[in-house]
């Protein structure tokens, strides 16, 4: 007898069964809805067929890997959340999954309560972006307008198309110029977390909008960092 009732359809790509199993066991005894694959080449044909509310995506995989899988799933959808898991411990592959459009990564072995808790407020965020009209649908960011439904910003470089992650991190810098937002606050507004979250998530979605929006990322003028305290948007 499941002992929650918590609500969402969750996919889990993983091709070690003695990982997948007790994990998709879990994950229904929160009170999720389960699908279950080995194959990155199934869960892309799910995917295009079946709606879901989280994707629990392995790197390591056969045939199509995890990034392959990320990156296929973004042309189609920039909203569907996409929680990866690596044993790769190289900064350069985390970096690379987030880039591609995944939302978080945990790297294994991981603490099996700390990836329920990152499982549910990634869900929940689902319903926040439906629940956000009275939020202003369009903002001015370096020169860029940024319709933040469409998840799309056009300005002098050209166009960019922003996963949804992207586009709540950037409205919350946004939306309150020079002040400066620590990690742990932005983790807690954005990402949902309360406690031992891995900050550099935040680091490197940073990395990301200085891109994006910077015109020379390596010396920004509009996301700062200042050391010690985390992280100010200047118009």
């Known amino acids: 007898?499941?002992?929650?009732?918590?609500?969402?359809?969750?996919?889990?790509?993983?091709?070690?069964?003695?990982?997948?199993?007790?994990?998709?066991?879990?994950?229904?005894?929160?009170?999720y809805e389960v699908r279950s694959t080995p194959s990155g080449r199934t869960a892309l044909e799910m995917i295009g067929n079946e709606p879901f509310d989280?994707?629990?995506?392995?790197?390591?995989?056969?045939?199509?890997?995890?990034?392959?899988?990320?990156?296929?799933?973004r042309q189609q959808n920039q909203k569907l959340p996409i929680l990866m898991l690596t044993a790769r411990s190289a900064v350069q592959d985390r970096i690379?999954?987030?880039?591609?459009?995944?939302?978080?990564?945990?790297?294994?072995?991981?603490?099996?309560?700390?990836?329920l808790l990152r499982v549910e407020r990634m869900i929940e965020r689902t319903t926040w972006y439906e629940s956000e009209a009275s939020l202003p649908p369009q903002i001015m960011v370096a020169g860029y307008k940024v319709d933040l439904e469409k998840l799309r910003a056009d300005g002098p470089r050209g166009s960019l198309q922003l996963t949804s992650l992207e586009a709540n991190l950037l409205q919350a810098l946004v939306l309150q110029p020079n002040r400066v937002l620590s990690r742990r606050e932005l983790l807690e507004k954005v990402w949902g977390y309360h406690s031992k979250?891995?900050?550099?998530?935040?680091?490197?979605?940073?990395?990301?909008?200085?891109?994006?929006?910077?015109?020379?990322?390596?010396?920004?003028?509009?996301?700062?960092?200042?050391?010690?305290?985390?992280?100010?948007?200047?118009?």
């Open 54 to 73: 989280l994707i629990i995506l392995d790197l390591m995989l056969e045939e199509i890997d995890g990034f392959e899988v990320a990156r296929q799933i």
């Open 96 to 115: 690379h999954g987030l880039e591609l459009g995944a939302d978080d990564y945990m790297t294994k072995p991981f603490h099996l309560k700390e990836l």
């Open 197 to 235: 979250a891995e900050s550099r998530t935040v680091d490197n979605f940073i990395v990301r909008l200085r891109k994006y929006f910077e015109e020379e990322p390596d010396q920004p003028q509009h996301f700062l960092s200042l050391r010690g305290r985390g992280y100010m948007y200047v118009p």
């Open 1 to 31: 007898m499941k002992n929650k009732t918590r609500s969402g359809r969750i996919l889990l790509v993983e091709d070690e069964l003695n990982l997948a199993r007790p994990l998709q066991f879990n994950l229904e005894q929160e009170g």
